[in-house]
């Protein structure tokens, strides 16, 4: 069964600040309360909030508009359209982001034999 679901104050004044001073997510969360914590990650902490798309949707911003704009913006810029086709390709989780780390790794592994003797702990740097 799925629970009523209210907007909190800071979504709400977050959505104010998003809408009326066309601020950054993060400065919109910043104007409403949000720590500074908390606005370093606006995707798990005020997008992906069910309160947060209530709002979006009170305020026009419905997936029915986005995806029709998206689509005419596509078909309107046949030979330039990469960027549209990106952003359709990530709202349908064709296309994810990744995030590359560089730097080494210490990997422990311990090899059991039947004797304990044989036991010994094998330490191999790996670079990422």
Known sequence: MKRDVNPTMRQKEAVKHLIKDKSSLKSAMTKAGYSEATTRNPKENLT??????????????????????????????????????????????????????????????TNYGDNIEDNKVIEKDRDL
Do not use: H
């Not at 026009?60 to 046949?78: H, R, S, V």
């Open 48 to 109: 992906n909030k069910e309160g947060f798309r209530i709002l979006c949707e009170k305020a026009g911003l419905t997936d029915d508009l986005i995806l029709n704009a998206l689509t005419e913006d596509i078909k309107a810029k046949p030979k330039n359209r990469k960027p549209e086709l990106e952003l359709g390709a990530k709202i349908k989780g064709m296309l994810v982001d990744r995030t590359e780390m560089t730097g080494s790794i210490n990997i422990e592994m």
